[in-house]
């Protein structure tokens, strides 16, 4: 018997599932549109080109290639050009003209061409006028010359200055280290223009290491002054762990002669860093406390508004983080994306624009950009050195305040040109304490620092540095400039220890003061908070006169 083969199944599927399908994708497709238009990020449809990379190492080789090319075109380009203008010449004149050529030849047949118009007169005008076009000609490409030779010079000049890192160390304004440029330092001076109009409360982050460098003055004097002095001021120390107990006390009991002030431990330290156990300050005890300080004020002014708390300080010095814990406290309601609200990372410019976080319907937070505000000592110094006759002096002092800004954390790695006066400052400030510098050298692992010319320890500890971390360039020669970058990150990660002490010489208060920190505080329920909180040892506030430090 012959099998017979089996009917072959038809491929076309019902029209039901093909308009199924159709609709499902026209569904994706609405969809995708949609989320696109509400995307605020510009995306270009054009494919940027990525360059070549800056680690690449034949990257000088490739760019003189390049330029090189660019040259050589732009030569057989302007020889074809001339060539096509003697070509017309020659048509255009008569056989008995003499043609202009390039070089000595072509100079002393143009001067013949020149005495036979004098001695002919018109008896030869179509050689009178092409001797007359060539004079012409070759005035127009020396005046040319000369004016692209100009240009290239403002060009340079104009170059150097925008790429002048110093530029942008203008004290007398506030700057922004994250972005360079004019518009972009009047953009992030505009945001916090609005959230000092905007907010009730200020909450000025300092870094507990170095609070008076990360503080200004001149911004306080100004939220005081702001709104007939309606707003408040707050002082946070943060990154308390970084520091030991004693020095957060004494710069507790020195800030609160202005202003209240409140340690807090906004997030958790890097991975090896060396923190300092401060037993019921813990994360979740100060976020806690300045929560409850900011509802109590809230509560009190029954406002029909919610109460909006802005948040300023230099770059890095963890107002986001501030932000996190805040939310982190609402509890069981709060979801992760809650207490994750703004985004933080570990190198300045994190935070580009001012973003709104709200707490409950009582209370709003604001955060900003960093900014590097106006600092009186450092504006003085700028103005001193900025006489005509101390050039030298003036960019001294210039390099001088890049290096405090880079220890700040507030300026980010890409934007650092040269970390090596960075390290030299911080080496001088730990040579004050020995602790701190034998402690330095033990986290490298370096012997005793031998001064080298002109007393320089820096360039000796960078190259212990350099042969310990296997910062080496070729041939094995340490790259000082990669183990500067690498003790700058240390420090900025709490992995070598340094902090300063508060003024010995701290300026009597006056009676307003007094009166305005006593005002605040009650406003706040600062007192007793601590007691409240879980009582923190070591820490106890009396906004009414002097603060008192419990052992």
Request: glycine fraction near 4%; hydrophobic fraction near 35%; charged fraction near 30%.
């Given at each position: 018997m012959v099998n017979k083969p089996g009917r072959p199944k038809s491929?076309?599927?019902?029209?039901?599932?093909?308009?199924?399908?159709?609709?499902?994708?026209?569904?994706?497709?609405?969809?995708?549109?949609?989320?696109?238009?509400?995307?605020?990020?510009?995306?270009?449809?054009?494919?940027?080109?990525?360059?070549?990379?800056?680690?690449?190492?034949?990257?000088?080789?490739?760019?003189?290639?390049?330029?090189e090319k660019k040259r050589l075109k732009e030569e057989e380009a302007l020889k074809r050009r001339d060539e096509a203008k003697t070509t017309r010449a020659v048509s255009a004149g008569t056989n008995d003209a003499p043609v202009a050529v390039d070089g000595e030849d072509g100079d002393h047949l143009l001067d013949e061409t020149m005495t036979d118009e004098e001695d002919a007169g018109s008896s030869n005008p179509m050689a009178a006028l092409l001797a007359s076009a060539k004079a012409q000609a070759v005035e127009y490409e020396e005046a040319s010359e000369d004016d692209n030779d100009d240009d290239d010079d403002d060009?340079?000049?104009?170059?150097?200055?925008?790429?002048?890192?110093?530029?942008?160390?203008?004290?007398?304004?506030?700057?922004?280290?994250?972005?360079?440029?004019?518009?972009?330092?009047?953009?992030?001076?505009?945001?916090?223009?609005?959230v000092l109009s905007s907010s009730d409360i200020i909450l000025y982050v300092l870094d507990a290491r170095d609070p008076n460098g990360t503080r200004s003055q001149e911004v306080e004097r100004e939220i005081t002054a702001a709104d007939s002095g309606s707003k408040r001021l707050i002082l946070i120390l943060n990154k308390i762990d970084l520091v030991?107990?004693?020095?957060?006390?004494?710069?507790?009991?020195?800030?609160?002669?202005?202003?209240?002030?409140?340690?807090?431990?906004?997030?958790?330290?890097?991975?090896?860093?060396?923190?300092?156990?401060?037993?019921?300050?813990?994360?979740?005890?100060?976020?806690?406390?300045?929560?409850?300080?900011?509802?109590?004020?809230?509560h009190g002014k029954q406002l029909k508004r919610s109460t909006t708390?802005?948040?300023?300080?230099?770059?890095?010095?963890?107002?986001?983080?501030?932000?996190?814990?805040?939310?982190?406290?609402?509890?069981?309601?709060?979801t992760r994306s809650q207490s994750h609200a703004c985004p933080v990372g570990?190198?300045?410019?994190?935070?580009?624009?001012?973003?709104?976080?709200?707490?409950?319907?009582?209370?709003?937070?604001?955060?900003?950009p960093g900014i590097v505000f106006p600092a009186e000592a450092a504006a003085s110094k700028?103005?001193?050195?900025?006489?005509?006759?101390?050039?030298?002096?003036?960019?001294?002092?210039?390099?001088?305040?890049?290096?405090?800004?880079?220890?700040?954390?507030?300026?980010?790695?890409?934007?650092?040109?040269?970390?090596v006066p960075?390290?030299?400052?911080?080496?001088?400030?730990?040579?004050?304490?020995?602790?701190?510098?034998?402690?330095?050298?033990?986290?490298?692992?370096?012997?005793?620092?031998?001064?080298?010319?002109?007393?320089?320890?820096?360039?000796?500890?960078?190259?212990h540095v350099a042969r310990k971390r296997g910062r080496l360039g070729k041939g094995g020669v340490p790259n000082l400039v990669a183990?500067?970058?690498?003790?700058?990150?240390?420090?900025?990660?709490?992995?070598?220890?340094?902090?300063?002490?508060?003024?010995?010489?701290?300026?009597?208060?006056?009676?307003?003061?007094?009166?305005?920190?006593?005002?605040?505080?009650?406003?706040?329920k600062l007192e007793g908070l601590w007691e409240r909180a879980g009582g923190a040892q070591g820490v106890e506030i009396n906004f009414g006169g002097d603060d008192v430090m419990r052992e």
């Open positions: 491929k076309r599927t019902p029209v039901r599932l093909r308009h199924k399908i159709e609709k499902a994708s026209a569904a994706k497709q609405r969809k995708t549109r949609k989320l696109a238009k509400k995307n605020p990020e510009w995306r270009s449809r054009l494919k940027k080109d990525p360059g070549i990379p800056n680690l690449f190492p034949y990257k000088d080789k490739i760019l003189q290639q390049i330029e060009t340079m000049q104009l170059d150097a200055t925008d790429r002048d890192p110093d530029r942008d160390l203008d004290l007398g304004a506030s700057t922004t280290f994250s972005q360079p440029h004019d518009s972009s330092r009047r953009s992030f001076d505009k945001v916090y223009k609005t030991p107990p004693p020095i957060v006390q004494s710069w507790l009991k020195y800030l609160r002669r202005y202003f209240p002030t409140l340690p807090l431990r906004a997030s958790t330290p890097a991975s090896n860093a060396r923190t300092f156990d401060h037993k019921s300050l813990t994360v979740k005890g100060t976020s806690e406390t300045l929560l409850r300080a900011l509802k109590t004020y809230a708390v802005g948040i300023i300080g230099y770059p890095n010095v963890g107002k986001s983080s501030v932000i996190n814990a805040l939310t982190s406290c609402l509890g069981g309601g709060a570990a190198e300045a410019g994190v935070t580009t624009a001012l973003r709104e976080v709200k707490l409950d319907n009582k209370l709003k937070l604001l955060d900003s700028l103005s001193e050195a900025a006489k005509p006759s101390t050039g030298e002096n003036r960019r001294l002092a210039k390099r001088d305040d890049h290096a405090r800004l880079i220890l700040l954390n507030a300026i980010p790695p890409k934007q650092i040109t040269d970390p960075a390290v030299t400052l911080l080496l001088d400030r730990l040579a004050d304490s020995k602790d701190l510098m034998d402690a330095m050298l033990a986290v490298y692992g370096v012997p005793p620092l031998v001064a080298g010319v002109n007393g320089d320890v820096t360039t000796d500890f960078l190259v183990a500067a970058m690498t003790v700058i990150t240390d420090w900025r990660d709490g992995r070598t220890q340094g902090w300063t002490q508060p003024p010995a010489d701290a300026e009597e208060r006056t009676n307003d003061q007094k009166m305005v920190v006593r005002e605040w505080a009650k406003e706040f």
